[in-house]
């Protein structure tokens, strides 16, 4: 019986349900019959034989390669794709991988209005150097916020009020604060992280601006997490948002690109709320007023009761609970 050569049924095939190929059993078996056409079917071809053990590396080079086809395939969507096949993916929609960050935080400079302080440098109580922007302007009230990096890479904390030390005297500045805690580095994107983002991002050209101000933070470089929330109303809402009013939560990232971001997105005559105000020029110059809060940890407490059984010895029971068990 002569072999169609066409039709074998061994290859990897695309459908309109998307790419398949067989296993690597049910090639072995297609290649076992038809080796068995040309020898004979009273061929030996088991697994302790000579012929045996070509067909199953034939078999395994044809599974491999179905594998290999498959990944291809897969790799051309954001939605399973990974890797540096991901990473590439993304870019049609204008992003990139976030590599590995150093840890940031939001410092209170004061001192004379005016005061211009180019490559400044603090240090915390632990003597850890953090670089600011190139240049900061001190604003007319005598305080500016701006955002300094930590100049170890990892997770470098520093808590609420610990860098409160002038490392480049400049004439002009007088104090450094940082009023809450930094955002600590983080690791390079996981592929998971990063398929998320990609479906945040084909939201910033939306029908809604709320979407497209939610898209566009999380893509602010150092933007580790993020809630955006807004008041549509014509009254303060149950969150204490004003009337007409978005309000963004953000974590990580500079508090002038992010205020730049939001001021760049957000809908005409929607006011901005939140603890952190950073003024941003508009293309004419006109100063914009952006504001935006940082998280804060809030402790969380836990109750548990203890129940001592009856067959415990009263010697062995314990008058604080807690305490005997480290609870404390």
């Known amino acids: 019986?002569?072999?169609?050569l066409d039709t074998?049924?061994?290859?990897?095939t695309v459908t309109a349900e998307g790419i398949s190929a067989p296993d690597y059993q049910t090639i072995l078996d297609t290649l076992t019959s038809y080796f068995q056409q040309i020898y004979g079917s009273d061929a030996y071809l088991e697994p302790d034989s000579k012929d045996g053990q070509m067909v199953a590396l034939v078999a395994l080079a044809i599974h491999d390669a179905n594998n290999t086809a498959i990944s291809v395939y897969n790799c051309f969507s954001?939605?399973?794709?990974?890797?540096?096949?991901?990473?590439?993916?993304?870019?049609?929609?204008g992003i990139a991988r976030k590599g590995a960050t150093n840890s940031t935080v939001d410092l209170l400079l004061t001192g004379t209005a005016g005061t211009t302080?180019?490559?400044?440098?603090?240090?915390?109580?632990?003597?850890?150097?953090w670089r600011l922007p190139d240049s900061v302007v001190i604003g007319v009230d005598g305080t500016v916020t701006?955002?300094?990096?930590?100049?170890?890479?990892?997770?470098?904390?520093?808590?609420?009020?610990?860098?409160?030390?002038?490392?480049?005297?400049?004439?002009?500045?007088t104090s450094v604060t940082n009023p809450a805690?930094?955002?600590?580095g983080a690791p390079a994107e996981t592929d998971a992280e990063l398929r998320i983002r990609q479906g945040q991002s084909v939201a910033i050209p939306s029908i809604t601006p709320f979407e497209g101000v939610d898209g566009a933070i999380a893509?602010?470089?150092?933007?580790?997490?993020?809630?955006?929330?807004?008041?549509d109303t014509g009254k303060t809402d149950g969150n204490g948002l004003p009337p007409h009013s978005i309000s963004a939560i953000v974590d990580g990232g500079d508090v002038t690109e992010i205020a730049r971001t939001i001021r760049g997105n957000k809908g005409q005559g929607v006011r901005t709320w939140?603890?952190?105000s950073v003024t941003v020029p508009d293309k004419y110059g006109n100063p914009h007023i952006i504001s935006f809060s940082r998280p804060t940890d809030v402790p969380v407490y836990g109750k548990i009761t203890l129940t001592v059984f009856a067959r415990v010895h009263l010697s062995d029971r314990c008058a604080d609970p807690a305490g005997c068990y480290g609870l404390h």
């Open 1 to 4: 019986m002569a072999l169609n």
């Open 8 to 12: 074998l049924g061994l290859s990897a």
């Open 78 to 93: 954001p939605a399973t794709g990974y890797g540096v096949a991901l990473t590439s993916n993304v870019k049609i929609n």
């Open 117 to 129: 302080i180019t490559n400044g440098t603090v240090k915390d109580t632990n003597n850890v150097i």
């Open 146 to 173: 701006a955002t300094a990096i930590c100049s170890k890479s990892g997770a470098v904390a520093a808590p609420a009020g610990t860098i409160t030390t002038i490392n480049t005297p400049t004439r002009g500045w």
């Open 181 to 184: 805690a930094a955002t600590v």
């Open 219 to 231: 893509n602010i470089a150092g933007v580790t997490r993020h809630k955006l929330y807004e008041n």
């Open 274 to 276: 939140g603890k952190t």
